[in-house]
């Protein structure tokens, strides 16, 4: 019995001894681990705050799209160049015949290039004169008129251009 309560005050000794031995890596260890997640969550915030940063500058640089004035001003451009052109055609008398008619948009200009054959010379004036009224023109003119070998003695053919403003 003295034997068995020494070997239990032995192994007592033993426990204690060895936790006054880990004891102290045990808290110094914790004081690491304490630190490092200190250090995480200090560079959490910081990236955070990097991100957060980021994103402003990004909102800041890529403007704002706004497409309903977009559509809106894409319409109204549209609407622009569909009535030019109506109105180019609706001015070509009876008399006068497009051989050939082109029409380009550049810039937020509308041109319109026509070889036409008219009846009459004064057919031909007659066309230009009307084609070359409307809002915004920037050029009407009428060049290279030539006898037509098609329309006989008084037909002409002549190449006109116009060119109209429709969009800012």
């Known amino acids: ?17 060895c936790g006054f031995i880990a004891l102290p890596l045990l808290s110094s260890w914790r004081s690491k681990v304490i630190e490092s997640t ?6 959490r915030a910081a990236v955070k705050d ?22 809106t001003s ?4 549209r609407n622009a160049l569909f009535q030019e052109a109506y109105r180019f055609v609706e001015a070509t008398p009876a008399g006068v015949r497009f051989e ?4 380009e948009t550049i810039a937020g200009e509308l041109h319109f290039k026509v ?11 007659r066309f230009v004169e009307a084609a070359g009224k409307g809002r ?20 002409v053919v002549f190449d006109y251009l116009k060119k109209v403003k429709v969009a800012k």
């Open 136 to 155: 915004n023109v920037m050029a009407s003119n009428q060049s290279a008129v030539r006898q037509s070998q098609t329309l006989g003695q008084d037909g």
């Open 38 to 43: 200190r250090s995480v969550i200090r560079e």
């Open 50 to 71: 990097r991100v957060d940063k980021l994103e402003q500058r990004v909102e800041q640089v890529n403007p704002a799209i706004d497409f309903a004035s977009m559509k």
């Open 74 to 77: 894409c319409d109204r451009y």
């Open 115 to 125: 070889v036409a054959n008219a009846q009459s010379a004064a057919e031909g004036r």
């Open 1 to 17: 019995m003295v034997v068995e309560v020494q070997r239990q005050l032995f192994v007592l000794v033993g426990v204690c001894l």
């Open 100 to 103: 050939s008619l082109k029409v």
